[in-house]
T-cell receptor, first 118, second 112 residues
Framework: GAVVSQHPSWVICKSGTSVKIECRSL??????MFWYRQFPKQSLMLMAT?????????EQGVEKDKFLINHASLTLSTLTVTSAHPEDSSFYIC??????????????FGPGTRLTVT | AQTVTQSQPEMSVQEAETVTLSCTYD???????LFWYKQPPSRQMILVIR??????QNATENRFSVNFQKAAKSFSLKISDSQLGDAAMYFC?????????FGGGTRLMVKP
């Protein structure tokens, strides 16, 4: 149980275009999902917290208009990188929090998406 | 705010030997969980072991065990009988009601 998928696993896009990354909880309902960014040989950096049916909460320094997050259902959150630039190239990881009880302390991670902007 | 510190950027262990990865954290909360995650070259985050702060007994999962010292805010991971497949980045993480704070990571190399 507690499987999270991400699509695509790898995407290359041209500078100035937008790209959408999907995060799905496959066997449970996730009211809260998280988006992380990871640079090579570094730790995960939380970008935003996504709550179903409401606006995402962004961490300080993360541009809301560049990284659009939508959590329209209990099993799907999307991250859209708008007007992508080469500096947006990175590894993006989503996770979903457990729904209730002690599970709310845990997060289940997707396999990540490697974004390359040319 | 909570902080998590992993003071060992890199560690090396001989295959079949034992290695301990260190982690300290800072918090004023009383209810929390601690985790160790493994990130292999595939970059998929894999949960290795979890520890509930209210439990005094150290968690164990097969070859992986922790030494949880709540008063000292220390949470080390011991890997016994190290295997080549254990080579990865290891992240210590703190969870206060679902928000994870990660340490900087320790790269573990396993020598055959």
């Amino acid at each position: 149980g507690a499987v999270v998928s991400q699509h695509p696993s790898w995407v290359i896009c041209k500078s100035g275009t937008s790209v959408k990354i999907e995060c799905r909880s496959l066997d449970f309902q996730a009211t809260t999902m998280f988006w992380y960014r990871q640079f090579p040989k570094q730790s995960l950096m939380l970008m935003a917290t996504s709550n179903e049916g409401s606006k995402a909460t962004y961490e300080q320094g993360v541009e809301k208009d560049k990284f659009l997050i939508n959590h329209a259902s209990l099993t799907l959150s999307t991250l859209t990188v708008t007007s992508a630039h080469p500096e947006d190239s990175s590894f993006y990881i989503c996770s979903a929090r457990g729904a209730s009880g002690e599970k709310i302390y845990e997060q289940y991670f997707g396999p990540g998406t490697r974004l390359t902007v040319t | 705010a909570q902080t998590v510190t992993q003071s060992q950027p890199e560690m090396s262990v001989q295959e079949a030997e034992t290695v301990t990865l260190s982690c300290t954290y800072d918090t004023s909360e009383s209810d929390y969980y601690l985790f160790w995650y493994k990130q292999p070259p595939s970059r998929q985050m894999i949960l290795v072991i979890r520890q509930e702060a209210y439990k005094q007994q150290n968690a164990t999962e097969n070859r992986f065990s922790v030494n949880f010292q709540k008063a000292a805010k220390s949470f080390s991971l011991k890997i016994s009988d190290s295997q080549l497949g254990d080579a990865a980045m290891y992240f210590c993480a703190y969870s206060g009601r679902g928000m994870l704070t990660f340490g900087g990571g320790t790269r573990l190399m396993v020598k055959p």
